[in-house]
């Protein structure tokens, strides 16, 4: 136990590590958001991935291999504890009970069993005659239950965790995009967004279409919201967030060259001209100029439309700007401009070949507790003492209190 606690404790330290530290990011990223010396050590330590680190798979690895083996070793001694519980006390039934009462007849101790719960009553088979019974023996188990089920819970979250397969779709209704290398495509049906009366959000939901890049005839759909997430081909679809988007117009010598949809943080290269980049950076549904501070925007109604842009030629920058409503952007023999501001959903798509081990362990860890504090092992025998009447004994080794109360009420109810 206590090399267990020290490994939950290393668990805990390196998942905080792994949440506070921005994954998957490069050393120029760190290097940029800390320093170079901080950044040296989170890519030397692996903290980058941590969730997949040497180290981190090793400390899962050594707590499986605890709770497994200190489950196997209290196997033996818990089949023998229930076996003995189940059996006629020996030698002798009076040094360890909880309660007793001192019955008149065997029938009587007969009955006292009864109205304890004790349905399967035994008589020894040798020796002075022990009448005994017991209940609940699955109550013992509990406490071995619950760890069986935290090892598979911890063994499905962590396998999980390194097998997780994550990919993130955004776009607008009516696009098809793929859905990263899994061989699946993803259609946005619909987007909307639900307000409440103050005009604060309410919900985010995407009406989606999934089917295998092979076989669209076998397409399925779904509905997901923020907190609903959906299930389809064996992912699970979340959504995420959402932004704005536009349509993009480029014209050579004013004939058009290219249309498009691009969301805010997206870049286009000008088709012909690839070294030539646009990226829209914001999209400012209500345009405000603050005097020496970045615009903003006055609400999420499209009322005063600006789109802030950025072109680069050759990874040079040649300009940044606001363009307002449909205002053109005119690079040599290339006209620009954005129109049709609308929603973007993002999706997040999560593949977890192991979720069921992690439910199957949630599943056990709570028969286990369920077990551990709900169900009360109990078990009472009752001897014959020399002048003819019977003495009855009761042992409870959790809620003995309760049992002694409950021992009481029916030694109590039998005199009446």
Request: with cysteine; charged share 15%.
């Amino acid at each position: 136990m206590h090399f267990a606690i020290f490994l939950l404790i290393l668990l805990a330290a390196a998942c905080a590590a792994g949440s506070l530290v921005t994954q998957g990011q490069t050393y120029m990223w760190y290097a940029q958001r800390y320093s170079e010396r901080t950044a040296a050590l989170i890519i030397a330590l692996h903290l980058d991935d941590a969730f997949h680190s040497w180290w981190f798979i090793l400390i899962t690895a050594f707590l499986c291999l605890n709770l497994l083996l200190c489950n196997v070793l209290r196997a033996p001694q818990l089949i023998r504890r229930s076996r003995r519980w189940g059996g006629p006390p020996v030698p002798d039934p009076a040094p360890s009970y909880d309660a007793s009462a001192v019955c008149a007849s065997e029938e009587e101790a007969r009955g006292l069993l009864g109205r304890l719960g004790m349905r399967n009553i035994r008589e020894s088979g040798s020796g002075e005659k022990i009448l005994y019974a017991c209940k609940n023996r699955a109550g013992l188990w509990g406490a071995w239950v619950c760890h069986l089920g935290i090892l598979f819970l911890i063994a499905g979250y962590s396998l999980g965790q390194m097998n997780m397969q994550q990919y993130t779709v955004y776009g607008v209704p009516g696009e098809t995009r793929e859905i990263g290398d899994s061989g699946y495509m993803l259609h946005i049906d619909d987007f909307r967004t639900d307000y409440n009366e103050d005009g604060s959000v309410r919900q985010y939901t995407s009406d989606i279409t999934v089917w295998p890049g092979s076989d669209p005839e076998s397409a399925a759909s779904a509905t997901v919201s923020v907190n609903a997430p959906a299930g389809l081909f064996g992912m699970k679809y979340y959504q995420n967030s959402t932004g704005w988007a536009g349509s993009i117009h480029i014209l050579k010598d004013g004939a058009p060259l290219m249309d498009a949809v691009i969301c805010a943080g997206d870049m286009i290269r000008v088709p012909g001209k690839e070294d030539l980049v646009i990226i829209l950076n914001v999209f400012y549904p209500d345009y405000q100029a603050v005097p020496g501070s970045a615009p903003v925007t006055l609400s999420n109604e499209v009322r005063n439309p600006a789109w802030l842009y950025s072109a680069y030629y050759q990874e040079r920058l040649l300009g940044m700007n606001v363009l307002m409503g449909d205002e053109p952007l005119t690079i040599d023999e290339y006209t620009i401009t954005f129109t049709d501001p609308r929603n973007y959903t993002l999706i997040q798509v999560k593949r977890d070949p192991f979720t069921l081990l992690a439910l199957i362990g949630g599943v056990i860890a709570m028969a286990g507790l369920l077990l551990a504090f709900y169900v009360q092992p109990a078990r009472a025998w009752a001897s014959e003492t020399g002048d003819g009447s019977w003495q009855v004994f009761g042992n409870c080794p959790k809620g003995g209190a309760l049992f002694r109360k409950r021992f009481a009420a029916a030694a109590e109810k039998q005199t009446e």
